[in-house]
T-cell receptor, first 114, second 111 residues
Framework: DAGVIQSPRHEVTEMGQEVTLRCKPISGHNSLFWYRQTMMRGLELLIYFNNNVPIDDSGMPEDRFSAKMPNASFSTLKIQPSEPRDSAVYFC????????????FGSGTRLTVV | QKEVEQNSGPLSVPEGAIASLNCTYSDRGSQSFFWYRQYSGKSPELIMSIYSNGDKEDGRFTAQLNKASQYVSLLIRDSQPSDSATYLCAVMVSGTYKYIFGTGTRLKVLA
């Protein structure tokens, strides 16, 4: 099992540019979660999907953020336009919701907006 | 607003000692609780889950849950320098599949 795969690992971009983060969940997992981690605020849930359908996007900070899950094996988180305060580590995680036994996290994408 | 509270630390313990990490939560309906370990620059890694009141042991780790007091703890016996990391408490919000994480406790095990 390859685990949850995120790309890119690092992204440096200029303010105002569009950023797209990608995630491939573990095969067979039907829930996918996007988290953001900063020193000040810790791990914050942005959005989660169940069976490719967005269930709760109450954590998405503003309209500049959007997420999609076109199929069971791929999700994207897009920031447009990016701002310096978006700098953080973005984690994708997946789980089987039939079993409440914890998420598996990807390696994360470290985003720096200058 | 559902909350999960942890002492940020650092908690320093000598090698071989017991490390005790604590977490309180506000959602009385929560039924599932998790401890994650996160090394610096790495992603969180699940180490324990607990669903019933009492203790659950796995190797050197023991998770303790008291739903009446809304309190979860993690004990690490025979602490090793390799246990030095940030430990995150996570609580599944009742009626959902989403977890709220505490900000973590940084543990330092001194050789």
């Amino acid at each position: 099992d390859a685990g949850v795969i995120q790309s890119p690992r690092h992204e440096v971009t200029e303010m105002g540019q569009e950023v797209t983060l990608r995630c491939k969940p573990i095969s067979g997992h039907n829930s996918l979660f996007w988290y953001r981690q900063t020193m000040m605020r810790g791990l914050e849930l942005l959005i989660y999907f169940n069976n490719n359908v967005p269930i709760d996007d109450s954590g998405m900070p503003e309209d500049r953020f959007s997420a999609k899950m076109p199929n069971a094996s791929f999700s994207t988180l897009k920031i447009q336009p990016s701002e310096p305060r978006d700098s953080a580590v973005y984690f994708c995680a997946s789980s089987k919701t039939s079993i409440a036994n914890g998420y598996t996290f990807g390696s994360g994408t470290r985003l720096t907006v200058v | 607003q559902k909350e999960v509270e942890q002492n940020s630390g650092p908690l320093s313990v000598p090698e071989g000692a017991i490390a005790s990490l604590n977490c309180t939560y506000s959602d009385r309906g929560s039924q599932s609780f998790f401890w994650y370990r996160q090394y610096s620059g790495k992603s969180p890694e699940l180490i324990m889950s607990i669903y019933s009141n009492g203790d659950k042991e796995d190797g050197r780790f023991t998770a303790q849950l008291n739903k009446a007091s809304q309190y979860v703890s993690l004990l690490i016996r025979d602490s090793q320098p390799s246990d030095s990391a940030t430990y995150l408490c996570a609580v599944m919000v009742s009626g959902t599949y989403k977890y709220i994480f505490g900000t973590g406790t940084r543990l330092k095990v001194l050789a």
